[in-house]
């Protein structure tokens, strides 16, 4: 079992930028996919990317290619997001979550096992 805990958020004016960080508890951490998502007011949560247990493979929602950067520290039980050139409409609660399994359906929330609390983004226009 693992926890995570989400911290990094806040408010950003549009073009800026912010990085997530995602704690994970546990000795297992680099035995587990992570991803992040988010869901905004009124929305249903969306994938935003994605990293292997491997380190070998990441993947990005098209809204965020070029833009947003996953990454892991496998030695600090971490991951992150470095979001730059935010926009608007990148305004939601983000999530970090890690899986165990085969992750056949990476972008899928019900791929996922656990679940951060959540960070919130805020970005003006």
């Known amino acids: 079992q693992v926890q995570l805990v989400e911290s990094g958020g806040g408010l950003v004016q549009a073009g800026g930028s912010l990085r997530l960080s995602c704690a994970a508890s546990?000795?297992?951490?680099?035995?587990?996919?992570m991803g992040w998502f988010r869901q905004a007011p009124g929305k249903e949560r969306e994938f935003v990317a994605c990293f292997s247990r491997s380190g070998g493979f990441t993947d990005y929602a098209d809204s965020v290619k070029g833009r947003f950067t996953i990454s892991r520290d496998n030695a600090k039980n971490t991951v992150y997001l470095q979001m730059n050139s935010l926009k608007p409409e990148d305004t939601a609660v983000y999530y970090c979550a890690a899986d165990s399994g085969s992750w056949v359906t990476r972008r899928r929330g019900s791929e996922y096992d656990y679940w951060g609390q959540g960070t919130q983004v805020t970005v003006s226009s």
């Open positions: 546990g000795r297992t951490f680099s035995s587990y996919h």
